[in-house]
């Protein structure tokens, strides 16, 4: 922990009701010395936190002060927990828990007016009540530390498991981290291959940032990087409702390249994807309002998972 998170987390403790705390508990909850603490006090004071103490009660701040920052009007509040909400409905566990340190560290220094409008927006403002209430939650891999190395320009190695249990150590120029309903995924180069490669967090172990620079010829085209038509990729065609269609194009983890009218009540749409298996079972949501016309493979894969769930 460093000494601005610290002192954030001191200033947050020191708002909380009930017992005030002494110099030397204070101190032992951080695992620094009371020196360390005293210096803290005096950088909050000199950013005008008004830090109290006495003989018998221990420090605390004036009764009513708030920290200045976080004072939101109501639709800034809304609108973060709307984004809270929207965290929280992952399946990506440590992400939810992130999102749930968030909220009660705001809710902490919010004045109470304001407090209770956010109490009642978290209970009461439901972004995807299907992964809310049915998503299982599950460890997403180490996103934070692959964004780190992103932001720093640093080579990354791993090792990485394949869906058929293979297992090999990588070394990979990470671009880009993308999110989906339910995995993360990193976008970069490579250097077994030499080519820009995607990798789903989950099945990465033993991520290790290595003192290795990233040389970036030109500005990285991201929309160019997710939707990338690589020699993997395979031409899907499904026909689906009208009624459906805008749904599916919000929703759609790749970049549609032609929709086409039919005479039917569905339309053909077109698209490249790299990964059938999980297609196949993103396509459920949509159920008898979309029909699979190609490739065949997909086809047969659909035909085999629905024969499967009806045979559990």
Same mark, same amino acid.
């Given at each position: ?14 708002? !909380?009701? @009930?017992?005030?705390?002494? $110099? ?14 005293? =210096?803290?006090?005096? &950088?909050?004071?000199?950013?005008? +936190? ?16 708030? +920290? #200045? ?12 927990? +709307? ?16 999102? !749930? ?11 109470? *007016? ?7 927006? *978290?209970?009461?403002?439901? &972004? ?26 640093n080579r $990354? ?15 990979v120029d ?19 291959? @030499?080519? &820009? ?6 099945? %990465?172990?033993?991520? *290790? ?5 990233i040389k ?6 991201? *929309?160019?990087?997710?939707? =990338? ?8 065609? $499904? ?13 759609? #983890? ?13 339309? !053909? ?21 979309? /029909? ?14 629905? /024969?499967? %769930?009806?045979? !559990?």
């Open positions: 922990m460093n000494s601005s998170e610290r002192r954030l987390k001191l200033m947050l403790l020191l708002q !909380q009701p @009930g017992k005030k705390l002494t $110099v030397e508990e204070i101190a032992e909850k951080f695992g620094v010395s009371r020196r360390t603490i005293f =210096r803290d006090f005096n &950088v909050l004071q000199e950013i005008n +936190v008004p830090v109290t103490w006495d003989k018998y009660s221990g420090y605390g701040v004036m009764p009513g002060y708030k +920290v #200045p920052p976080l004072m939101f009007t109501s639709k800034e509040l809304a609108t973060i927990m +709307v984004g809270l909400n929207f965290v929280k409905s992952q399946v990506d566990k440590q992400l939810v828990e992130d999102a !749930q340190g968030v909220e009660l560290k705001i809710k902490n220094v919010l004045p109470d *007016e304001l407090k209770e409008l956010m109490i009642s927006l *978290e209970s009461k403002t439901i &972004v995807d009540p299907y992964l809310k209430f049915g998503g299982e939650k599950k460890d997403g891999g180490d996103w934070y530390l692959l964004s780190s190395a992103i932001a720093q320009k $990354v190695q791993f090792l990485y498991t394949t869906k058929s249990g293979e297992t090999s150590v990588r070394k990470p671009y880009i981290l993308v999110f989906y309903e339910d995995h993360w995924n990193m976008i970069g180069k490579s250097h077994i291959r @030499g080519e &820009v490669r995607n990798f789903i967090l989950d099945q %990465m172990q033993e991520i *290790e940032i290595l003192d290795e620079k970036e010829e030109k500005e990285i085209d991201i *929309e160019g990087l997710i939707f =990338r038509n690589n020699e993997r990729s395979v031409l899907v065609k $499904v026909l689906i409702e009208k009624s459906f269609l805008e749904r599916f194009r919000g929703n759609i #983890p790749a970049k549609i390249f032609k929709i086409s009218e039919k005479k039917t009540k569905k339309i !053909q749409v077109s698209f490249y994807f790299d990964n059938l298996d999980f297609l196949n079972e993103w396509l459920l949501q949509f159920g008898n309002a979309i /029909e699979i016309e190609g490739p065949e493979s997909l086809r047969k894969k659909r035909k085999a998972l629905l /024969e499967e %769930m009806l045979n !559990q």
